[in-house]
């Protein structure tokens, strides 16, 4: 009788689930839980992104091929203005939070797409020890209609501001792993940035796209930031602000500079 996949060493089976794409590696880990147990070992990369809420108006609105989108997995929930709003909230939470939580352990990149920051994914995102590259999207609106009452936006900002008090509560465990940081749409202020970065020694690259509140103080922090000499690619656009003596003296202290880019939209 042929041996059975599994019954293959551990070390073996590590090296052929290794470079398998995530589509591959999830649908193996429903097969046995052993092979659950080996995927979420395995599992290195994580691009997702959760499909927005539209409005209930456009019942036709297509947002899977409407909505731009770089990820490897994205979630559509289909009928979603069927549903009550605080119901789709507390579904992608759980989701997002329990997708997180199961393959935190051997996770070193992630990208991920929501449009709500929840406390729980943010302590989810805490909690991924090998991380290494972490790039994180708030969907704003932009490019689709977004169908959301101000009320729920308000609530959604607000729990997105204890979401970023309870991460930077203190430097996550993998700050000193960090090599990139990408936020977009994130409402998280200059100290919590500072907190989020604290100790990162590794040559790194910082992408901050359409953070109103991370402008006031930005460039006094990198100017004074202790691993300033390692940073090599920094992407500033869409903050609000000015750039002024100010930022060009704290470009000009960032001696690993590589890549430079801010856009024109700053002033």
């Known amino acids: ?50 499909a927005p809420l539209s409005s209930p108006l456009l019942t036709d609105f297509d947002q899977s091929t409407t909505l731009s989108n770089p990820y490897a997995i994205w979630l559509h929930i289909p009928r979603a203005a069927s549903y009550e709003y605080w119901t789709l909230l507390n579904f992608q939470s759980a989701l997002v939070t329990s997708i997180l939580k199961r393959h935190g352990t051997m996770l070193q990149h992630l990208e991920i797409s929501v449009w ?42 607000e729990e997105q501001s204890k979401a970023w008090e309870l991460l930077t509560k203190s430097a996550p465990v993998w700050r000193q ?11 998280l202020e200059t100290e919590q940035l500072a907190v989020l970065m604290k100790g990162s020694w590794a040559s790194m690259a910082l992408g901050l796209i359409r953070c109103r509140y991370v402008v ?13 000499g390692k940073l090599r690619a920094l992407d500033v656009a869409y903050c609000g602000g000015t750039l002024g003596e100010e930022a060009r003296g704290a470009i000009e202290m960032l001696g690993g500079l590589q890549v430079r880019y801010s856009s024109s939209s700053l002033t």
């Open 1 to 50: 009788m042929s041996p059975h996949l599994l019954d293959l060493p551990t070390e073996i089976l590590n090296q052929i689930l290794t470079p398998l794409p995530t589509s591959s590696l999830l649908r193996f880990s429903e097969t046995s839980h052993h092979a659950r147990c080996l995927a979420n070992a395995n599992l290195h990369t994580l691009s997702l992104g959760v």
């Open 177 to 187: 792993r960090l090599t990139a940081l990408r936020l977009e749409n994130c409402d």
């Open 116 to 157: 709500a920051l929840t406390q729980p994914m943010a302590e989810a995102i805490a909690d991924l020890r090998a991380l290494r590259t972490l790039s994180l999207r708030i969907e704003s609106g932009i490019g689709f209609v977004r169908g959301s009452p101000r009320s729920r936006i308000a609530v959604e900002r």
């Open 216 to 228: 006031t103080g930005l460039w006094n922090f990198l100017a004074g930031w202790e691993g300033r």
